[in-house]
């Protein structure tokens, strides 16, 4: 949260970070104001890096590839224990970058941080993860297989998770043995910028590059002929396009796109677990976050379920605190999510049963501040072809609607054109693997809102969700980042005896 202190410290300027080190940007001289969420004050300024920038990092990283991925697993992995030991020591610096930049509160910013080195510590172990196989297959004819880095990596990734997206896939790319150029969110540039820094004390010069941008940059990046693979997480309508483009161009690319996810209440279902559950679920980060939930729907008449997650929405105040709800990331999703709010109210005659804009502490909270600041809202529709039922509204907005049963609720979930994530709420192990079975979405909760998979386990959704090879993370991301070389040998038998016969 901004303070009299941070109004008072000057407003850098970032830089990219090439060969580890800070490079300013070579041919332009323009930048972005990057502001803190909580007041929308401009606490640094990023710069837009153009085409000659882009090509500076990645021909850093094409450089560096070479003896990088010469190292064996176990060299590699060393450098990622010592990186692991480095950032966990920073924690706590990181976590008030994420604060202060993002909006998220102290538990979230810190949750960000530490599933972000959850991947890395999984990634010490590609040593023993990523070893091949071998095996006679015929007569004296052996096979076996070994795994090669595909060469420079390039990441683009999205402003709601700072460091924890970047660490999808920066861990297990490095530890393949590629190289790699970071394109962080403008609007949250300041994270990965630390991280780059603490990083250039521990790889080589041009193993992780970082460079900063708009969306010229992004393409300069996906466009570029000496980058192999691309990872991109971000909106539906860019993940197709940048899974197009670089497909076209013969590179390997895994591209996330949004999600509209479904949460479904049984009439078993624990009804105080479940009411907490959905609340953390469509509230957490303030709804910024692609596995958060959209829409509840509830199987038969559950009034009590209903009152209780208004009442425990209600109850959360603006803030960065346990209990707390922090702010939207920018002044376009406060206009984006009241729009969705007076498209239901006016448009489809949904009734509001909780008002995000007009919560008293929220309202006050953005008109004392300046912050972008609105609470959680709850609409009751009244069909599933409500607008807010299949439009991405990407804030603390959760929509309910009533089915008559399991099958019509599935109905109204497999309609979704996105495919991420989608949940039951049940003590019925028969009725949750009904539905875990039935569900269209990649990642499925049993009376879990968010389920995350963890490693080994990979992220990654279907449909609208997600473009390309595979997903993203977990044993996933192991073959994403790398091929496997094929090597069949036959030796013809010696012609003389030696001591070795």
Avoid at 391 to 409: M, T, W, Y
């Amino acid at each position: 949260m901004t303070t009299n202190d941070d109004q008072s410290r000057p407003v850098p300027t970032l830089q990219n970070f090439i060969d580890n080190k800070p490079a300013a940007p070579l041919s332009s001289a323009k930048t972005l104001a990057v502001t803190t969420p909580h007041t929308g004050e401009t606490i640094a300024y990023v710069p837009l890096s153009t085409d000659a920038d882009v090509n500076a990092a990645v021909q850093s990283a094409k450089a560096a590839f070479p003896a990088w991925s010469s190292l064996t697993f176990k060299a590699r992995a060393s450098k990622l224990l010592a990186l692991y030991n480095a950032l966990s020591s920073h924690s706590d610096e990181l976590v008030e970058l994420i604060v202060r930049e993002h909006g998220k509160t102290h538990a979230e910013a810190a949750g960000d941080v530490g599933k972000g080195l959850e991947t890395l510590e999984y990634a010490l172990s590609l040593p023993q993860l990523a070893q091949g196989h071998v095996a006679y297959v015929s007569g004296n004819v052996q096979c076996r297989d070994e795994r090669v880095p595909i060469g420079v990596v390039a990441s683009i990734v999205p402003f709601n998770f700072p460091f924890m997206v970047p660490f999808w896939t920066i861990p297990l790319a490095l530890g393949m043995g590629n190289t790699y150029v970071l394109k962080p969110s403008e609007k949250v540039p300041l994270t990965m910028t630390r991280v780059a820094e603490i990083a250039s004390t521990i790889l080589p010069p041009g193993v992780l590059g970082l460079v900063h941008g708009d969306r010229s940059a992004a393409t300069a990046l996906v466009e570029h002929p000496d980058v192999n693979a691309l990872a991109f997480v971000g909106t539906s309508e860019v993940a197709e396009k940048v899974y197009v483009r670089g497909s076209a161009m013969g590179k390997r690319v895994v591209a996330l796109g949004g999600a509209k996810n479904h949460l479904v209440a049984m009439p078993d279902c624990n009804v105080e677990m479940t009411a907490q559950d959905v609340v953390n679920s469509f509230t957490g980060c303030a709804g910024e976050r692609c596995m958060a939930a959209s829409v509840l729907l509830v199987v038969g008449e559950q009034p009590e379920l209903v009152r209780l997650i208004v009442e425990k929405a209600s109850k959360l105040v603006p803030g960065s605190d346990v209990g707390s709800m922090g702010p939207v990331i920018d002044a376009a999703a406060i206009a984006r999510i009241e729009s969705a709010i007076a498209h239901a109210q006016t448009v489809d005659n949904a009734t509001i049963l909780l008002d995000g804009r007009q919560i008293p502490g929220f309202a006050s909270k953005r008109q004392s501040t300046g912050g972008f600041w609105i609470g959680p809202t709850v609409i009751q529709q009244n069909s599933r072809t409500d607008h807010a039922m299949h439009s991405e509204i990407f804030g603390p907005v959760l929509s309910v609607l009533q089915c008559d049963s399991a099958d019509d609720a599935l109905m109204v979930e497999n309609a979704n054109k996105h495919g991420n994530a989608a949940c039951v709420y049940t003590g019925s192990g028969a009725v949750a693997e009904y539905f875990s079975q039935r569900f269209a979405a990649a990642m499925v909760g049993v009376n879990i809102g968010v389920p995350v998979p963890r490693e080994p386990f990979s992220f990654g959704g279907i449909g609208q969700s997600r473009f390309g090879y595979g997903d993203i993370t977990g044993d996933a991301a192991i073959e994403f980042f790398s091929y496997r070389r094929k090597i069949t040998t036959k030796w013809a038998e010696a012609k003389e005896k030696s001591w070795m016969s």
